[in-house]
């Protein structure tokens, strides 16, 4: 998706592991996925530099669509799909 998709794109719940080292945020994606329904979109906030891998690699291993990422003011957002 592009930055324009990716600033309007409806997300059902945002997760803040700023401040919070790897796998911190990783987790904090796995709690927060099980509050979202299926097709609906989890947003992760983090400044953590490993969460760039991280969060593509588990989305793609336990099913999930990584939709992208987008670089905000110290922090980067990252959306994952819930698709299961």
Sequence with gaps: MSEIDLNSLAV???????GSA??????EAKKGI???????????YSNDSGTRTDIPA??????????GMLEADGYDKHFVCRKK
């Design 12 to 18: 059902a719940t945002t997760v803040d592991a700023r």
């Design 58 to 67: 588990w989305s793609k291993k336990v099913g999930h669509e990584y939709v």
């Design 22 to 27: 790897c796998p911190g945020p990783l987790l």
């Design 34 to 44: 099980g509050k979202v329904k299926v097709g609906e979109v989890l947003e992760i």
